[in-house]
């Protein structure tokens, strides 16, 4: 049963969503903090959104392959603090559609800034409790805003079940195994990793200047 709400809580479109949204915030202000890189982004112009980019699809399938292991604890933490019916009750909402849509909300409307100032000032720091807080934070509270008035009253009505209450007790647990999950390495494949955005600023720089040169 736990196995089964930890997939509906955190399914692979949300763990993609969400992975995307602190990929994308890591690099937001990356040329304004590295001055290497706000050269380069100077002298080649999207040349940052291009390493993004061809990054992107390589991560997603690193998510995709980790995110089993990342389920299992969380089915772990919940089995063992809520009842088979809290989880029941839990999973019901969240696999319909007014809980579908309040998760998709959350992670659009993330505010990914504070994250992506810290990351891009410290590179090398790991995604922090307080980090994963702020940005559900952000998200939920603009979610709610843009839910209808039906799915609002299913949110609402969820609030007030034994489920409810017990998940906003182990949350602490469930984001610590998140950020966990989220600072693992590896250093195949973060070699990997680099080698794709290597690349893919050579080919951006040797299209650009092709570019220039037919200009002349």
Request: proline share 6%; net charge positive; charged share 25%.
């Amino acid at each position: 049963a736990g196995l089964t709400l930890a997939r509906s809580v955190r399914t692979k479109a949300y763990a993609l969503a969400e992975s995307a949204q602190l990929f994308k915030g890591s690099f937001t202000q990356e040329p304004a903090k590295n001055p290497d890189t706000a050269q380069l982004e100077a002298e080649y112009p999207g040349v940052t959104a291009a390493m993004i980019d061809a990054a992107r699809p390589l991560i997603e399938r690193l998510i995709v392959k980790s995110l089993p292991s990342l389920w299992n604890v969380m089915a772990d933490i919940y089995a063992s603090a809520m009842t088979v019916a809290e989880i029941e009750q839990a999973r019901t909402y969240y696999e319909s559609s007014p809980g579908r849509r309040f998760l998709e909300l959350t992670i659009a409307n993330m505010d990914v800034r504070p994250f992506a100032s810290r990351l891009a000032a410290d590179p090398e720091s790991a995604v922090r409790t307080s980090d994963l807080r702020a940005l559900q934070a952000s998200g939920a509270s603009s979610a709610f805003a843009r839910l209808t008035p039906a799915e609002r009253t299913a949110l609402l009505e969820f609030s007030k079940t034994p489920a409810f209450a017990r998940i906003r007790v182990i949350n602490p647990r469930i984001s610590q195994a998140v950020v966990t999950w989220s600072n693992a390495r590896n250093p195949q494949t973060d070699a990997e990793v680099e080698q794709v955005m290597a690349e893919a600023v050579q080919r951006f720089v040797k299209a650009a200047d092709k570019k220039k040169e037919e200009r002349r």
